[in-house]
């Protein structure tokens, strides 16, 4: 992020504001963090300074937005509150399945049937069912599978 991309943050656009931001990180710390406190606008923008995901994670993270865009609001609410609730080996099944999901939203010439123990999940979560086959497909080993499935009934 520069300074100039910087379009709805005028009050960083100024001269000074910067100057002293970069005088107050380098002398004392304390007032630094009373300054950021003061405004939003500095916090946002040290935050996305400072903080830049690898291009992997970044990746990862806008597979997983494709993919909760698609869920209407109710539906939302409803999987985020699941999702926080599972364990973290349920939590890496699923990413893996969203990931995969996203990943095959293309237009495909075929038309694949989902097998029966996904079909209510797709049907509840308004999901394509070529997509959601392919991401069910996508893992090699059966045993996965069947993990994902039992993940299914808690959904």
Known sequence: MTLSGIKDLNYLKRRDILSKVFNLLLDNRKPFFNFLS???ETKEFLFSM??????LLEGRRDLAK???KRLSKKRLISFIKTY???NEDSRQILNTFIRNYSRYGRSWRIRLSSPESLKSF????NLSETRSTLAYYAWDKERERKRFISLLDIL
């Open 38 to 40: 003061s405004k939003w």
């Open 50 to 55: 400072f903080n830049t995901l690898h291009p």
């Open 66 to 68: 494709s993919f909760l």
């Open 84 to 86: 926080a609730s599972l």
């Open 122 to 125: 797709i049907k509840t979560y």
